[in-house]
């Protein structure tokens, strides 16, 4: 028989989803807080932690660590919350959420140049 595996929405209480929706592409990095709270954290923000000293999309980090896209999203909206990341929205939408004229010219520049 296989060891007991703890199953992945335990680590997140049972939710499967947070109040802050993060975009799979959305890319996050460890702030200096995350260093000084890491003796106080759980053992998934500290991993967290410590892959995001570098920049990383959320679906980047959810591959890394092996974990649910979903889980990894509760976790990431958790740690927002808490001030250990930084959340880099796409800077590039307008108010409404959608691409900005510059981005869409950019990326119909690079497709003519395929």
């Not at 976790?75 to 590039?92: K, N, P, R, T, Y």
């Not at 307008?94 to 990326?107: I, Q």
Request: charged fraction near 30%; aromatic fraction near 0%.
């Amino acid at each position: 028989m296989s060891a007991l595996r703890v199953r992945p929405y335990t680590r997140t209480g049972g939710r499967t989803r947070s109040a802050r929706t993060l975009a799979i592409e959305t890319i996050v990095t460890t702030n200096e807080r995350a260093d000084r709270d890491a003796l106080t954290s759980t053992a998934e923000h500290r991993a967290i932690g410590d892959l995001c000293r570098h920049p990383h999309s959320v679906a980047e980090v959810a591959a890394r660590l092996r974990l649910p896209l979903g889980v990894v999203r509760v976790l990431l909206a958790d740690m927002s919350d808490l001030s250990l990341i930084v959340v880099h929205q796409g800077e590039e939408l307008d108010a409404e959420g959608k691409p900005s004229l510059e981005l869409m010219e950019r990326v119909l520049a690079g497709l003519r140049r395929i």
